[in-house]
């Protein structure tokens, strides 16, 4: 059969039935790297998904937001808010939405700075080549911020060469365009080589959501003697992007594409310019050592116009401005010798160094009566935060069908800041967490067809920069009161092949001790403390293979119960419901694909209400999104020529992404109508 690409789903409390042990099908053999020893995920005791960027990139979307490429994974929440200013909301199992506590890696280079909070912009989804999600437990092994890991690897060079443009557009003035070259090499000294660049600009569907967003990613990799490798890759992007902004839900019902006064007063808005470059050197030195180096440097610059009155920077003589102005440079290092005992047990032995630092400063957003525009500098501060991680590993297949992995990762996150804006105070300051995180997992291969596992491990979430920059009493300063959350994570699953397909099944608990929880917006700010503790738990099941032929099917379902299990203050009470998470999340797919000829799909993805807010006062109704896709590869030569259409939320329903906790109770971004994508691609190959 066909390799299957959602692969091993986490933990299980599932016993399958008799008549599994006498399915005779096999799967196809791969390897994961997302435990960083390359291993067959079948019989890995964690929970690894596997997306391949060709199967995403046929299913017609505009392959814009890196969250179409997250669909359809048990136990993981991917949603666009429609929102080109913002980033996607991400969470696994319940974690904290917004890309944090989610540790990303592009090429190695990390997309989650060492303060853990993530971006996805950047990723440029014409030219992913695999993506590995890791869930649960081991995801410990990348240190702070690891409620779960994204591995993005883009596509490597191969022969024969080609060339690809595209061309896409829909409703509300949409269009993507994108040219990707690439080839192979000698082996040697011309290395292979990729290279993509795409634009991606609309006009929005509401009002003030204009964006435009360029980007180029290149990747060169040679192939070094004894069989070792060395990649070079180069990422640039560059967002313009108007912010609309959330609304309440009587203005979303009222009026879904109108905005708060105050977006247009001030002309919200965001531009970011980001350009990193990475190197990655794998090298076996013998039959029994690898080493295994990722070094990266990068800059991102950004400047963000937030709506907020003028009064409320007048009145408040600590307050920094409503234009957020920073510079940021960052680098690091992850290093490790793999040591091969014999064929049964190996160790892992490296060190992660990553370093950020912001020249960070604040503006008010008027000058005289125009308002808009960078007015009297409010805040002046340089930021430094660095991180020192050394860790071991070992896997060791201790019996012909049980596999012991473990884990021990030393994470210490510093922070410093300087501040140069003193006539208010000065708001200086240094901090250091740090935890010792242990994982181990187990796995009993019970039959050819059937993998068993167990885990756990501790976990370790700082707050992020931007979580510490303001205080919940309104004093002026850093929150460096704010204490990472620390948690203990379990995690018991099963894998089995069935039918022509693989089903993976999992129960999960994760208890946390200082979860990190809104504490209201002062002045236009939000500010966040410490909310005693809390427990995610839930259940995932998924089934993804070969129906008939050509046909292909995804099922999952995930369900999740997260809850407060202490009252913090007058207004959260124990049992309450964490804000921004749904109980219940669903998704299947149908694909019928002629590798020469025909394809059409359709896909469903249903999310139960999400409580916006930890007071638990208010929420987003469930919704159900359904999107229909066709198109058609012709062949002509050394030419293809590929079109679609996609059809999104075909039944035109009204529903909402949701930003959490928000004091002025706007909490919905209104999700896109019915609309249609269309687009062509042409393919020559030398």
């Known amino acids: 059969m066909k390799k299957v690409k959602l692969s091993v789903l986490g933990v299980v409390a599932l016993v399958m039935p008799a008549y599994a042990e006498e399915q005779t099908s096999q799967l196809e053999e791969i390897t994961v790297t997302a435990i960083r020893s390359e291993m067959d995920p079948f019989h890995a005791p964690a929970a690894i998904n596997i997306i391949e960027g060709d199967t995403v990139r046929q299913q017609g979307k505009m392959n814009v937001n890196f969250s179409d490429m997250l669909q359809g994974i048990p136990g993981l929440v991917a949603t666009s808010r429609e929102n080109y200013a913002q980033d996607?909301?991400?969470?696994?199992r319940g974690s904290r939405t917004s890309v944090r506590g989610v540790r990303i890696y592009v090429d190695g280079?990390?997309?989650t700075m060492p303060d853990g909070q993530g971006v996805t912009t950047h990723i440029d989804v014409n030219s992913v080549g695999r993506v590995e999600v890791l869930k649960g437990p081991f995801s410990s092994l990348y240190g702070n911020s690891s409620a779960g890991t994204i591995l993005v690897q883009t596509e490597q060079g191969k022969n024969p060469p080609g060339i690809e443009v595209n061309s896409s557009g829909g409703n509300n003035r949409t269009w993507h365009y994108g040219l990707k070259v690439q080839g192979g090499g000698d082996g040697e000294w011309i290395p292979d080589y990729v290279l993509s660049v795409n634009r991606f600009t609309t006009a929005g569907e509401r009002n003030h959501s204009a964006a435009r967003k360029n980007?180029?990613?290149?990747?060169?990799?040679?192939?070094?003697?004894?069989?070792?490798?060395?990649?070079?890759?180069?990422?640039?992007?560059?967002?313009?992007?108007?912010?609309?902004?959330?609304?309440?839900?009587?203005?979303?019902?009222?009026?879904?594409?109108?905005?708060?006064?105050?977006?247009?007063?001030?002309?919200a808005r965001k531009d970011v310019?980001?350009?990193?470059?990475?190197?990655?050197?794998?090298?076996?030195?013998?039959?029994?050592?690898?080493?295994?180096?990722n070094a990266y440097v990068g800059e991102r610059r950004l400047e963000q116009?937030?709506?907020?009155?003028?009064?409320?920077?007048?009145?408040?003589?600590?307050?920094?401005?409503?234009v957020i102005d920073f510079t940021r440079h960052y680098a690091g290092i992850d290093a490790y010798w793999q040591y091969y005992f014999n064929q049964d047990i190996h160790t892992i032995v490296g060190f992660a160094f990553d370093y950020m630092q912001d020249k960070r400063k604040g503006y008010?957003?008027?000058?005289?009566?125009?308002?808009?525009?960078?007015?009297?500098?409010?805040?002046?501060?340089?930021?430094?935060?660095?991180?020192?991680?050394?860790?071991i590993q070992l896997n060791w297949q201790f019996l012909p069908d049980w596999l012991l992995t473990g884990g021990l990762r030393y994470s210490s996150t510093r922070f410093k800041s300087e501040d140069f804006y003193v006539s208010n105070g000065d708001d200086s300051g240094r901090k250091r967490d740090h935890q010792l995180l242990p994982s181990i997992g187990l796995s009993w291969q019970a039959s050819s067809q059937t993998t068993v596992y167990a885990s756990y491990s501790k976990g370790f979430e700082t707050g992020t920069f931007l979580e510490m920059s303001y205080r919940p009493d309104g004093v002026a300063g850093l929150n460096f009161d704010l204490e990472p959350l620390t948690s203990h994570n379990y995690e018991i699953g099963?894998?089995?092949?069935?039918?022509?397909?693989?089903?993976?099944?999992?129960?999960?608990?994760?208890?946390?001790?200082?979860?990190?929880?809104?504490?209201?917006?002062?002045d236009g700010r939000a500010t966040y403390r410490n909310g005693g503790r809390t427990r995610r738990q839930g259940a995932e099941i998924a089934w993804q293979g070969d129906i008939w032929q050509s046909l292909q099917g995804t099922l999952s379902y995930t369900f999740v119960?997260?809850?407060?299990?202490?009252?913090?203050?007058?207004?959260?009470?124990?049992?309450?419901?964490?804000?921004?998470?749904?109980?219940?999340?669903?998704?299947?797919?149908?694909?019928?694909?002629?590798?020469?000829?025909?394809?059409?799909?359709?896909?469903?993805?249903?999310?139960?209400?999400?409580?916006?807010?930890?007071?638990?006062?208010?929420?987003?109704?469930?919704?159900?999104?359904?999107?229909?896709?066709?198109?058609?590869?012709?062949?002509?030569?050394?030419?293809?020529?590929?079109?679609?259409?996609?059809?999104?939320?075909?039944?035109?329903?009204?529903?909402?992404?949701?930003?959490?906790?928000?004091?002025n109770g706007r909490f919905y971004e209104p999700a896109r109508k019915r609309n249609i994508t269309a687009g062509m691609k042409i393919r020559y190959r030398f």
């Open 109 to 111: 280079i990390p997309a």
């Open 88 to 92: 996607i909301n991400l969470s696994t």
């Open 364 to 391: 008010e957003n008027f000058r005289g009566v125009q308002n808009g525009v960078k007015g009297r500098l409010r805040r002046d501060e340089k930021n430094q935060i660095y991180t020192i991680d050394p860790y």
């Open 305 to 322: 116009y937030l709506p907020i009155p003028r009064i409320t920077q007048i009145r408040n003589r600590g307050h920094a401005g409503g």
């Open 561 to 663: 119960d997260a809850r407060f299990r202490d009252s913090v203050g007058t207004t959260i009470r124990s049992g309450n419901r964490i804000a921004g998470v749904a109980k219940h999340n669903a998704y299947a797919s149908l694909a019928w694909n002629d590798p020469r000829g025909w394809r059409i799909g359709a896909d469903w993805r249903y999310s139960s209400k999400i409580f916006v807010n930890n007071i638990n006062s208010q929420y987003a109704p469930s919704y159900s999104d359904i999107g229909i896709y066709a198109g058609y590869l012709k062949p002509l030569g050394n030419w293809e020529i590929d079109t679609h259409i996609r059809v999104n939320n075909l039944f035109d329903k009204d529903y909402a992404t949701v930003v959490i906790n928000d004091a």
């Open 494 to 522: 099963i894998k089995q092949i069935f039918g022509e397909g693989l089903l993976t099944a999992a129960l999960y608990r994760s208890d946390t001790k200082d979860d990190i929880i809104s504490a209201g917006t002062f």
């Open 273 to 293: 310019q980001q350009t990193q470059l990475g190197v990655s050197y794998r090298q076996p030195l013998d039959d029994h050592n690898l080493i295994n180096i």
């Open 215 to 267: 980007q180029l990613n290149m990747k060169l990799n040679w192939t070094t003697p004894q069989e070792g490798s060395l990649a070079l890759t180069l990422n640039h992007s560059d967002i313009k992007a108007q912010d609309p902004g959330a609304l309440s839900y009587t203005q979303w019902k009222q009026n879904r594409k109108q905005v708060a006064s105050t977006i247009e007063q001030f002309n």
